[in-house]
Protein backbone atom coordinates (compact mmCIF):
# COMPACT_ATOMS: atom_id res chain seq x y z
CA UNK A 1 0.00 0.00 0.00
CA UNK A 2 1.42 3.77 -1.01
CA UNK A 3 2.21 5.69 2.05
CA UNK A 4 1.36 9.15 2.09
CA UNK A 5 3.14 12.00 2.94
CA UNK A 6 2.06 15.28 4.21
CA UNK A 7 5.81 16.86 5.22
CA UNK A 8 6.56 20.16 4.54
CA UNK A 9 10.28 21.88 4.07
CA UNK A 10 11.33 25.67 6.00
CA UNK A 11 14.78 26.97 6.18
CA UNK A 12 15.63 29.26 8.49
CA UNK A 13 18.14 32.12 8.97
CA UNK A 14 20.45 32.53 11.68
CA UNK A 15 22.03 36.10 10.94
CA UNK A 16 24.92 37.05 13.51
CA UNK A 17 26.17 40.58 13.75
CA UNK A 18 28.83 42.55 15.91
CA UNK A 19 28.71 45.70 17.23
CA UNK A 20 30.33 47.31 20.49
CA UNK A 21 32.00 44.88 21.65
CA UNK A 22 28.85 42.49 21.56
CA UNK A 23 27.71 39.51 19.73
CA UNK A 24 24.27 40.00 18.03
CA UNK A 25 21.66 37.64 16.10
CA UNK A 26 18.38 39.38 14.08
CA UNK A 27 15.48 38.26 14.90
CA UNK A 28 11.77 38.59 14.02
CA UNK A 29 8.39 39.07 15.37
CA UNK A 30 5.97 37.17 13.61
CA UNK A 31 2.28 36.25 14.41
CA UNK A 32 1.10 32.99 13.69
CA UNK A 33 -2.98 33.23 14.08
CA UNK A 34 -3.27 34.22 17.81
CA UNK A 35 -3.23 37.37 19.85
CA UNK A 36 0.20 36.64 20.56
CA UNK A 37 3.35 37.98 19.57
CA UNK A 38 6.44 35.88 19.28
CA UNK A 39 10.15 36.16 18.49
CA UNK A 40 11.66 34.01 16.00
CA UNK A 41 14.45 33.03 13.31
CA UNK A 42 13.82 34.89 10.21
CA UNK A 43 12.50 31.66 7.57
CA UNK A 44 9.87 29.96 6.16
CA UNK A 45 8.42 27.54 3.74
CA UNK A 46 10.36 26.75 0.43
CA UNK A 47 8.68 26.96 -2.52
CA UNK A 48 8.50 24.25 -5.08
CA UNK A 49 10.71 26.16 -7.36
CA UNK A 50 13.17 27.33 -5.80
CA UNK A 51 16.59 25.86 -4.16
CA UNK A 52 17.28 25.42 -0.59
CA UNK A 53 19.49 28.56 -0.45
CA UNK A 54 17.43 31.23 -2.95
CA UNK A 55 14.30 29.97 -0.38
CA UNK A 56 16.63 31.42 2.65
CA UNK A 57 17.99 34.43 1.22
CA UNK A 58 14.61 35.54 -0.36
CA UNK A 59 12.94 34.61 3.40
CA UNK A 60 15.15 37.04 4.71
CA UNK A 61 15.19 39.77 2.21
CA UNK A 62 11.01 39.36 2.78
CA UNK A 63 11.13 39.63 6.54
CA UNK A 64 13.98 41.68 7.50
CA UNK A 65 15.01 43.54 4.30
CA UNK A 66 18.99 42.12 4.73
CA UNK A 67 20.81 40.15 1.68
CA UNK A 68 23.48 38.34 2.22
CA UNK A 69 26.06 37.01 -0.31
CA UNK A 70 26.96 33.81 1.64
CA UNK A 71 25.12 31.05 3.70
CA UNK A 72 26.70 28.14 5.46
CA UNK A 73 24.34 24.85 5.83
CA UNK A 74 23.70 24.39 9.59
CA UNK A 75 21.66 21.73 10.13
CA UNK A 76 18.30 19.98 9.65
CA UNK A 77 15.81 19.78 11.93
CA UNK A 78 13.16 17.49 11.92
CA UNK A 79 13.90 14.15 14.74
CA UNK A 80 11.22 16.52 16.57
CA UNK A 81 8.31 15.70 14.33
CA UNK A 82 6.00 18.08 16.49
CA UNK A 83 8.57 20.76 16.57
CA UNK A 84 5.87 22.91 14.83
CA UNK A 85 2.56 22.08 16.16
CA UNK A 86 0.40 23.45 12.71
CA UNK A 87 1.88 20.95 10.24
CA UNK A 88 5.00 18.52 10.15
CA UNK A 89 8.29 20.71 9.12
CA UNK A 90 11.40 19.57 8.97
CA UNK A 91 13.51 22.88 8.44
CA UNK A 92 16.63 22.87 6.84
CA UNK A 93 19.05 25.77 8.83
CA UNK A 94 21.86 28.01 7.61
CA UNK A 95 23.68 30.89 9.26
CA UNK A 96 25.75 33.97 8.22
CA UNK A 97 27.68 36.72 9.61
CA UNK A 98 27.11 40.25 8.79
CA UNK A 99 28.76 43.46 9.77
CA UNK A 100 24.85 45.28 11.01
CA UNK A 101 26.24 49.12 10.30
CA UNK A 102 26.31 47.59 6.33
CA UNK A 103 22.71 46.26 6.39
CA UNK A 104 19.55 48.28 7.17
CA UNK A 105 16.68 45.90 8.83
CA UNK A 106 13.08 46.70 8.28
CA UNK A 107 10.08 44.19 9.31
CA UNK A 108 8.36 43.51 6.57
CA UNK A 109 6.05 40.29 5.00
CA UNK A 110 4.70 38.45 7.83
CA UNK A 111 7.06 39.81 10.30
CA UNK A 112 6.25 42.24 12.64
CA UNK A 113 9.15 44.09 13.83
CA UNK A 114 12.55 42.97 13.13
CA UNK A 115 15.76 43.54 15.91
CA UNK A 116 19.35 42.98 16.44
CA UNK A 117 19.01 41.24 20.03
CA UNK A 118 22.13 40.47 21.92
CA UNK A 119 22.51 36.84 22.43
CA UNK A 120 22.52 36.59 25.74
CA UNK A 121 19.26 38.05 26.25
CA UNK A 122 17.57 36.32 23.33
CA UNK A 123 14.15 35.42 24.72
CA UNK A 124 12.69 32.33 24.21
CA UNK A 125 11.95 31.69 20.93
CA UNK A 126 9.19 29.94 18.63
CA UNK A 127 9.36 26.51 17.76
CA UNK A 128 13.10 25.28 18.14
CA UNK A 129 14.80 28.30 17.58
CA UNK A 130 16.45 28.33 20.78
CA UNK A 131 17.95 24.94 19.35
CA UNK A 132 18.92 26.07 16.33
CA UNK A 133 20.54 29.37 17.58
CA UNK A 134 22.44 27.46 20.19
CA UNK A 135 24.07 25.12 17.49
CA UNK A 136 24.63 27.94 15.32
CA UNK A 137 26.74 29.91 17.78
CA UNK A 138 28.31 26.61 18.73
CA UNK A 139 29.62 26.44 15.01
CA UNK A 140 30.40 29.64 15.02
CA UNK A 141 32.63 29.11 17.68
CA UNK A 142 34.58 25.96 16.13
CA UNK A 143 34.86 28.00 12.88
CA UNK A 144 36.93 30.74 14.85
CA UNK A 145 40.33 27.97 14.95
CA UNK A 146 40.37 26.70 11.68
CA UNK A 147 38.67 30.00 9.44
CA UNK A 148 38.88 33.73 9.69
CA UNK A 149 35.10 34.42 9.99
CA UNK A 150 35.72 36.84 12.28
CA UNK A 151 36.87 39.43 10.01
CA UNK A 152 33.08 39.31 7.87
CA UNK A 153 31.53 40.68 11.74
CA UNK A 154 34.40 44.06 11.92
CA UNK A 155 34.42 47.12 9.98
CA UNK A 156 37.27 47.04 6.52
CA UNK A 157 39.44 48.99 8.60
CA UNK A 158 39.70 48.13 12.42
CA UNK A 159 41.29 48.05 15.79
CA UNK A 160 43.46 45.04 16.41
CA UNK A 161 41.68 45.28 19.77
CA UNK A 162 38.16 44.93 18.71
CA UNK A 163 39.46 41.76 16.46
CA UNK A 164 41.17 40.69 20.12
CA UNK A 165 37.77 41.74 21.96
CA UNK A 166 35.68 39.78 18.76
CA UNK A 167 37.45 36.50 19.73
CA UNK A 168 36.57 36.62 23.51
CA UNK A 169 33.09 37.85 22.69
CA UNK A 170 32.29 35.00 20.54
CA UNK A 171 34.35 32.27 22.39
CA UNK A 172 32.80 33.72 25.85
CA UNK A 173 36.18 33.91 27.44
CA UNK A 174 39.66 35.76 27.42
CA UNK A 175 42.58 34.94 25.39
CA UNK A 176 46.42 35.37 25.64
CA UNK A 177 46.25 38.32 23.71
CA UNK A 178 50.17 38.67 22.94
CA UNK A 179 50.23 35.34 21.78
CA UNK A 180 47.02 35.71 19.51
CA UNK A 181 48.51 38.92 18.08
CA UNK A 182 51.64 37.04 17.05
CA UNK A 183 49.72 34.39 15.62
CA UNK A 184 47.46 36.26 13.81
CA UNK A 185 50.41 38.21 12.58
CA UNK A 186 52.91 35.37 11.06
CA UNK A 187 50.09 34.41 8.80
CA UNK A 188 50.46 37.60 6.59
CA UNK A 189 46.74 38.26 6.18
CA UNK A 190 46.25 41.11 8.34
CA UNK A 191 48.11 44.56 7.15
CA UNK A 192 48.43 47.26 9.31
CA UNK A 193 47.46 50.58 7.48
CA UNK A 194 48.66 53.78 7.08
CA UNK A 195 45.11 55.06 9.18
CA UNK A 196 45.00 55.72 12.52
CA UNK A 197 41.95 55.59 15.13
CA UNK A 198 39.82 58.44 15.22
CA UNK A 199 39.42 58.56 18.90
CA UNK A 200 41.45 61.25 20.25
CA UNK A 201 42.15 59.71 23.63
CA UNK A 202 45.63 58.61 24.11
CA UNK A 203 48.23 57.51 21.51
CA UNK A 204 46.45 57.14 18.29
CA UNK A 205 46.32 53.63 17.57
CA UNK A 206 46.69 51.89 13.95
CA UNK A 207 44.13 50.77 11.70
CA UNK A 208 44.33 47.05 10.26
CA UNK A 209 42.73 45.19 7.58
CA UNK A 210 41.85 41.62 6.73
CA UNK A 211 43.57 40.65 3.18
CA UNK A 212 40.94 38.48 1.62
CA UNK A 213 42.89 37.72 -1.48
CA UNK A 214 46.35 36.87 -0.13
CA UNK A 215 44.74 34.80 2.25
CA UNK A 216 42.16 32.82 -0.60
CA UNK A 217 45.86 32.78 -2.71
CA UNK A 218 47.60 30.84 0.54
CA UNK A 219 44.52 28.61 0.46
CA UNK A 220 45.01 27.56 -2.93
CA UNK A 221 48.50 26.86 -2.03
CA UNK A 222 47.69 24.36 1.01
CA UNK A 223 48.13 26.86 3.44
CA UNK A 224 45.69 25.97 6.81
CA UNK A 225 44.76 28.44 9.30
CA UNK A 226 44.77 27.36 12.72
CA UNK A 227 44.39 28.53 16.20
CA UNK A 228 43.93 27.12 19.19
CA UNK A 229 43.03 28.31 22.51
CA UNK A 230 43.51 26.73 26.30
Not at 38 to 47: E, N, Q, R
Not at 87 to 93: C, E, F, G, L, Q
Not at 111 to 136: G, R, S, T, Y
Not at 194 to 213: E, I, M, W
Request: aromatic fraction near 12%; proline fraction near 3%; glycine fraction near 4%.
Amino acid sequence: MEKLQNIRIAVDAIVFGYKNSQLYVLLIQQKFGTSDSYWALPGGLVKDDESLQDAVQRELKEETNVSVDYFEQLFTFGDDIFRDPRNRVISVAYFALVNPSKVEIKADSDAENVQWCMINEVPALAFDHNIILKKAIERIKAKLTYEPIGFDLLPKEFLFSELENLYCTILDKEIERRNFRKKILSFGIVEETDHYSPVKTGRPAKLFRFNKQKYNDLIEGGFHFEIKFA
